[in-house]
Every structure is written in structure tokens, then in C-alpha cells.
């Protein structure tokens, strides 16, 4: 289901938290969710998660006051957590090692068509019907998902044994929490927000100690032994963290800088999503060709040269001139993403797989959302208190050109961790 970037017509701190609760539970939870479905089976887990997304969706369309669409959005969140892991796995187990780059280039593939139409629908529903109604689409559309579900007969198989021990998820689950929290405040809350990051760091500290020592983890860090699958799990984290800061501070500057509205704001990130959803089918052939590291150090080469070409244009104040730089982008996200996600995923038994696909998830929702503050945080350092329009749009492409040193970081990441061939699959599915 589509997470369409609409929000009811509240103002500041408060219209931020409609966006962060939903981050900050998806952030807290997905790694547990990935246990959840080993304990519940991948199926009945994903079955779960889609109705309390649509639910908690249809609550938000209903909400009475900002504090209750918060709370909605946490719950869609919670939902999107047990979702996001299995997912991809289910499609992954149902086919062979050498097709598996094509057949996750295509469930890729259409996640991003409706990333790009969901600005348009969004737009047209807030502006024509009601902004209410954008999240009451989510609610047929989980009713056709559970519907293909039940049609498709998949086998749902709980590992045998599985269990959450109480007290490591106690660890874990807050300490995420207080992490993404202290991040997303940290330009706004001040030394408190350090005060949380540091208390939320010294959890996940003693949850992976905790896990190092036990005989049944509830998340197996062992997977990091292998170099590949943290090779793919630091360049995910690597480029959302540039990413999201781009789609944010790119939207920004579209609306205060050029006058976009935010229908044509949502066209405009067009040359950025098409292109990768093309792209991304030729990095799913290339992956089943190749192996990760060819398609992804070409991909992020190019992720880098265009966020650079993008960066030199937003001076100029044009749109047209950024095009150019979006559309490289957008080519090297799709030759980036999927190959190192159907990678990652490949280098573990089935049974571990939802377990490695939370894991890759939490790095990637920690790392967009440090990248969201850090660039964030460069923009509101060096943008605000200049006057006029360009110390403002000097102030931006400072953001953009960290999300071009993540690039790069990914770069290097890439070249010493990822094999040069393509991962074995250790079992069959």
C-alpha cells in the first residue's frame, strides 16, 4: 500500500509529528517485526499487518483532533512494521536463485508506480474532496491486498521454536525509539533530544550484548558476519540517508522557492521516480547476470554525479535545470536499490530471511531519518537568518551536498563489502 505523503491542515510542531509518529513506530518495530514472523508465519504475520495499516488508516480519515491522527499514524506505523519484512521475502521464496533479481525488480517496480502516482491521487483528493479521503483509499486497497492473499493460497509456515523473549524486545523496541525520537528533534528539543539519543544508544548497546551471549537471539546479529549482507545493509542505510533528505529539502525548495503548489510539487519528483522504476528492471536482469557489485557501484556513481549536477542547478532558481541531475538520480537508485535488497536477502537460509529483511529495514529507516536531520540540520544552520531567495536556495544545496558525500559513502562502502559475484542462496526456498 502506498504512503501517500498527505496530512490534515494542522501547523508546525504539530503537522511534523503526523509524519514522525508513523517513522518513529516503523523505526522502533520493523526489526521486531521480522521475529513476528517467524513466530506467527510470514503470511498470517503480513495478513496482520495490512489490516491494522488499513485500519488505523481509516481511524486517521475519522480523527477529530491533530493529537488523535498522531496516534493513527503511530498505529499505521506498528502495521507497516509487520508488513515491510515479509513482504519482499514471500515474493522471493516463491521463485529460483536466478530469477529472484527480475521477479524483486518488478515488486520494486511497482511500489515506485505508486509512489509517483500517489502525489497526484493525494493532491486531487485534498484539493477536490477531502484530505480525509486519502487515507480512506488506503482501506479498499487493504481489502483487495488480503483478497489476492486468500486467492494465492500461499503457505503460511511458522519456524518451529520461534518465540519474542519479553525482556530483549523491552531493550530493543524502546531504544529504537529513543533514538529515531532523538534524531528527529535533535534541531528543535536541544540538549534533550541528546539526552534521549544517548539513553536510546545505551538500550540497543545492551541489547546487542544481550544477544551476543544468547543461545537464541531474538534478532541473530550473526548475520552481519557475513561481509556481503552488511556491505548491502550500509549502502541501503547510506543512500536513504541522502534520499530522503533530497525528496524533502527538493519539495522545499519547489514551494517556497518557485511558487510550486503541492499537486505540481508532487508532479515535479516525476524525473527522479520514473526513471528508477525503469532502472530498476535493468538492475534486477544485471543482479541475475552479474552479481550486486556491478549494477550497484555503476548505480550509485550515478546517484553521485547527478545529485552533483543537481546541486549546481538550484541556484539558478529553474526547474528545468534540474531535471537533467533528477533523471541521473533516479537511474541510479533503480540500479542501486533493488539489486542490494534481493542480495541481502538472498545471503541467508529461508528461515532467517524475514529476520534479515527487518534488520536491513531498521538500518534503512534509521539511516533516512538521520539523514532527514543532518541535512536538515546543515539547511536550518545556514539557510533561515539569510535574506532573499538565494541564501535560501545556497542554504539547500548545502543539504543536497551531504546527501552527495552519503552517496560517495556508499561509494567506498560498496567497493570493499560487496562481492564481485553473485550471492549463493545457502537453501533453497
Partial sequence: MAEVSSAPPVVGARQQWVVNAYVLALAALVALGGRAADLLGRVRAFQIGVTLFFLASAGCAVAWDTTSIIGFRALQGAGAALMVPVSATIVLAVFPEGERGRVMAIYAGISQVFLALGPLVGGLLTKYVTWRAVFLLNVPVGLATLALVAVAKIENRPVAGARIAVRDAALVVPGLALVTLGVQQLASWGPISLVLLAAGVGLVAWFVARQLRSADP????????????????????????????????????????????????????????????????????????????????????????????????????????????????GVGLGL?????????????????????????????????????????????????????????AESIAAGFGAAAVAFALAILAGALLLGRTRSASPAAP
Fill in 218 to 329: 531474538l534478532i541473530h546479529l550473526r548475520l552481519f558476519a557475513d561481509r556481503g549482507f552488511t556491505g548491502d545493509a550500509v549502502v541501503m542505510g547510506l543512500v536513504q540517508f541522502g534520499l530522503l533528505g533530497i525528496v524533502l529539502y527538493s519539495s522545499i525548495y519547489l514551494q517556497e522557492l518557485l511558487g510550486f503548489g503541492p499537486m505540481a510539487a508532487g508532479l515535479a519528483a516525476l524525473p527522479l521516480i520514473l526513471p528508477l522504476t525503469v532502472a530498476a528492471q535493468v538492475g534486477g536482469r544485471w543482479f541475475d547476470r552479474a552479481g550486486v557489485r556491478a549494477p550497484v557501484l555503476a548505480g550509485l556513481a550515478l546517484c553521485t554525479v547527478g545529485i552533483v549536477a543537481w546541486l549546481v542547478a538550484l541556484p539558478a532558481l529553474s526547474y528545468a535545470w534540474q531535471i537533467p541531475g533528477m533523471l541521473l538520480v
Fill in 336 to 392: 542501486t536499490l533493488s539489486p542490494t535488497n534481493t542480495d541481502a536477502l538472498g545471503r541467508v537460509p529461508d528461515a532467517e530471511r524475514s529476520q534479515a529483511s527487518g534488520v536491513v529495514q531498521t538500518v534503512r529507516q534509521v539511516g533516512g531519518t538521520l539523514g532527514v536531520a543532518v541535512i536538515g540540520g546543515v539547511v536550518l544552520a545556514l539557510g533561515p537568518a539569510l535574506p532573499g531567495r538565494t541564501g535560501t
